[in-house]
């Protein structure tokens, strides 16, 4: 028996030492995969990154290790993976608004398009615009009607500039006409508190974290992102006349350019059975997060898309 | 409810919950203890190990890391003055002076057990009152924090020593260094110099370990004992006299925690330099303080262990988590299927009953966990100079590197150990400049979300909407002028 588990062992070095000497027949992977998470611990990036990698070392053969690295909104992080070595090693996991926002905002020391190449966006989350439950807004229409009534004068809460809540709602306000005073919170959870006291109006959420605050009549959902209904009664952006990708965050594993097609191959195939894995199905839902696989390729045409947005609207609110 | 409570406390004397709770406790301080490696990062990556176990085990496992990583974070700050977070920074002021007088053993058992009265009165606090606090985290937002921030600082500086203008220069120095980076609200960069490093800001790990301890390291290689460590003895360990003397003080600094831990966004490091402050302030010898006084470790202690229980109410009733641990409590939550929120009581009363009863329990044992490992900790200030001071070097080193795996925080680090060096040289306190600037970013946050909220008309929004914060400010001078005075008849 202890013999038995030797000879594997001893086999197992040796293999590997082989698989060293020869790199170009080893089997990716062969050592562990670093994540890394380009924002603080206990974000919401951070709890779908842990249920990732608690899962998915079954479908690939090998561990995946989170490693966070918070900075400079996001940029960090970037860059450390836009100049690691193209061999699989080291993966992004971001969103799309530091992906492909940012460029547009600042000069940044990568190029998110030209270093990057999407391996799986894992899901994504539709936000909802959210008030209080004894708020007198009683539809969508009515909170953007006295937004234009009133510019500047409701109070929105959100999660800090260019971030998950604060690109929406200006994309709300760019599309509507409406105009909301926008207040920095440090974090969904803060804009949420501000709500609920009173220091704010309006603010926007992830159904993900709604659904105690809506069942007790706490808060109101008007409008949540996309075509579909999230709620029965609850109308959508898409029926309100706001159309295309807006409210949506997705959470996509990039890696660098460069990343050999067998590689990504195998990370792809990796993702798609981790979408079929019972046990992250269940955590993921329990998370209150879809499991909406969209690979490499598919993504990427979302990329440009959102690029082309968020550069409009980068312009049309900094001139 | 009663009953509820009744059948939640009895479900948590459980063996397996016990035992996960004292693994958590131990393995929580061995990391706690590791500057670099914060309790925080910890939790992350036991979290989903707590997915796969009975909720009632999962989760006060997790509450066991986070309680035993507060008071590790004690151990290398009273030992070799490396205080790993901002919390542990006015532990560390009697802390390590105890621990060069050969008393080290006393302090550690000082910072237990005034860390677990703290943290079993605010939770037994929160348990009883979860509803009004509630209702009373709703009074503050950012222009009340703001005030209260300012009144901090006020605080801190007017008691920082004998020349409170030392230190308020130093503070304001602290308040620059925190201007570096982006700004969080503006995304304007500020005094970066174009350097990409720059501009996540300065980071707080190199600064600490680089100020506090690599100064100390210094002087322990200059005074050249060859025959022992930072220290010759461990020393007794607390004595019922010493324990009872600081009754007193461990009280009034648990009142201070809780009432920190209420607002949100305050959080341990402010409500630690409170307690010690007013501390200080209360003694009838404050000289004492800052040169190993017991009760200086006890006020740091107590007062910021005390934040936890009520930074769980905003969790626990509305299902909003107000900082990183928080978020992952709740990560640990939901995963369980349980959902936070004003309808937690009502589904799940017993459960949650139960995991905080477990939480009291885990403070409990935590008194015999901690009391036996003293022991261990304490002597390793004894080992000898020459193999000591490179093995607490390469701790320094490697913690302000892994903090975030980046090389320029090791120049970060050696920068801010010779500016320590260059300060001591020239009698003045770094203190107050940490402080300056670990509360200066929150303090600029607080102030520009102010400013967004009240639009055009920041001076009518002021009078108008926001009396508490227009008391506090009017209150903080006064305070500060009073604390200054009373300083200053009581230390000549």
């Not at chain 2, 990183?324 to 799940?348: D, H, M, W, Y």
């Not at chain 2, 920041?458 to 005075?485: D, H, N």
Request: aromatic content about 10%.
């Amino acid at each position: 028996m202890y013999l038995n588990s030797l000879k594997k062992t001893v086999g197992a070095a040796l293999v590997a030492t082989l698989a060293f000497g020869m790199p170009a027949f080893a089997e990716y992977p062969e050592k562990p995969i670093t994540l890394v998470i380009p924002f603080g611990a206990g974000g919401s990036h951070d709890l779908n990154a842990r249920i990732i990698t608690s899962t998915i070392p079954t479908h690939l053969g090998q561990a995946m290790i989170v490693r966070l690295t918070p900075g400079a909104g996001g940029q960090k992080g970037t860059q450390e993976v836009a100049s690691a070595a193209a061999d699989g090693y080291t993966l992004l996991f971001a969103h799309n608004y530091t992906d492909m926002l940012q460029q547009h905002v600042e000069n940044l020391p990568y190029d998110p398009m030209a270093d990057f190449v999407p391996i799986a966006r894992v899901n994504y989350a539709p936000i909802a615009v959210v008030v209080r439950g004894d708020s007198d807004y009683a539809s969508f229409t009515d909170l953007v009607e006295s937004a234009k009534a009133n510019p500047g004068e409701i109070d929105l809460a959100h999660s800090g500039n260019w971030g998950a809540l604060f690109v929406p709602a200006a994309q709300v306000m760019k599309e509507t006409g409406a105009q909301f005073n926008l207040v920095p919170f440090q974090g969904g959870g803060p804009a949420m508190q501000a709500l609920l006291s009173g220091d704010a109006e309006v603010t926007m959420g992830f159904p993900s974290v709604l659904g105690p605050l809506i069942d007790s009549g706490k808060v109101r959902v008007l409008a949540t992102a996309g075509p579909e209904r999230i709620y029965d009664d609850v109308p959508t952006f898409g029926e309100t006349g706001i159309v295309g990708d807006i409210g949506f965050m997705h959470r996509v594993v990039l890696a660098p350019a460069g990343t050999p097609p067998e590689v990504i191959e195998k990370l792809e195939a990796s993702f798609t059975a981790l979408q079929e894995d019972k046990s992250f199905q269940r955590l993921m839902s329990r998370m209150g997060e879809n499991t909406d696989l969209l690979l490499g390729a598919d993504y990427q045409k979302l990329r440009d898309e959102q690029s082309d947005a968020y550069k409009v609207l980068v312009d049309s609110i900094t001139q | 409810m009663i009953e509820q409570f009744a059948e939640g406390a009895l479900m948590a004397f459980r063996f397996d919950t016990l035992m996960m709770i004292a693994i958590g406790l131990f393995s929580g301080m061995l990391v706690g203890a590791l500057p670099g490696f914060t309790t925080l990062m910890a939790m992350a990556i036991l979290l989903p190990l707590s997915f796969f176990l009975d909720p009632l085990v999962g989760i006060p496992f997790l509450l066991g890391v986070y309680k035993g990583g507060i008071f590790g974070g004690s151990i290398p700050a009273i030992l070799v003055s490396m205080p790993g977070t901002g919390a542990a920074v006015a532990t560390s002021i009697d802390g390590y002076k105890l621990t060069q007088k050969g008393e080290s053993r006393k302090a550690l058992d000082m910072a237990l057990f005034s860390s677990v009265i703290g943290d079993t009165f605010s939770d037994v606090f929160t348990i009883l009152m979860i509803f009004p606090i509630a209702l009373l985290v709703m009074q503050f937002g950012p222009p009340e924090l703001f005030a209260v921030l300012l009144m901090s600082l006020v605080i801190i500086v007017a008691t920082s020593g004998s020349n409170p203008l030392k230190g308020l220069v130093m503070m304001l120095f602290g308040l620059w260094l925190a201007q570096i980076g982006t700004d969080p609200i503006g995304g304007v960069e500020r005094f970066t110099f174009g350097i990409f490093e720059l501009k996540s800001g300065i980071p707080l790990l190199p600064m600490l370990i680089g100020v506090f301890a690599l100064p100390e390291l210094v002087y322990a290689v200059m005074r050249n004992e060859r025959a022992s460590g930072f220290a010759k003895l461990v020393g007794e360990r607390l004595t019922k006299a010493e324990f009872k003397r600081c009754i007193p003080t461990i009280r009034r600094s648990t009142l201070i925690g809780t009432a920190i831990g209420i607002v949100p966004g305050l959080g341990q490091v402010v409500a630690a330099m409170m307690g010690y402050s007013a501390a200080k302030n209360a003694s009838s010898n404050p000289e004492t303080f800052g040169d190993g006084e017991v009760e200086g470790v006890a006020a740091a202690e107590a007062a910021n262990n005390a934040v936890n229980g009520p930074t769980l109410v905003p969790l626990l009733t509305l299902g909003i988590p107000g900082d990183n641990v928080t978020a992952i409590l709740l990560g640990a939550f939901v995963a369980q299927g349980l959902r936070p929120g004003p309808q937690l009581f009502e589904e799940q009363g017993t459960i949650v009953f139960a995991i905080l009863v477990a939480m009291v329990l885990a403070n409990l044992m935590f008194i015999v966990i901690g009391y036996l490992s003293i022991p261990f900790f304490a002597r390793i200030v004894t080992i000898k100079t020459g193999l000591l001071v490179p093995i607490v070097i390469m701790f320094a080193f490697a913690g302000a590197y892994v903090f975030r795996s980046d090389t320029t925080d090791v120049l970060m680090l050696v920068g801010f150990g010779l500016f320590g060096l260059l300060a001591r040289a020239a009698k003045f306190d770094v203190m107050p400049m940490v402080m300056g600037f670990i509360l200066g970013g929150p303090l600029e946050y607080a102030f520009g979300q102010t400013v967004a909220m009240a639009g055009n008309n920041p001076l009518g929004f002021v009078l108008t909407e926001r009396f508490g914060m227009v008391a506090v400010l009017i209150a903080t001078p006064i305070i500060g002028f009073l604390l200054w005075r009373r300083m200053k008849t009581a230390t000549t």
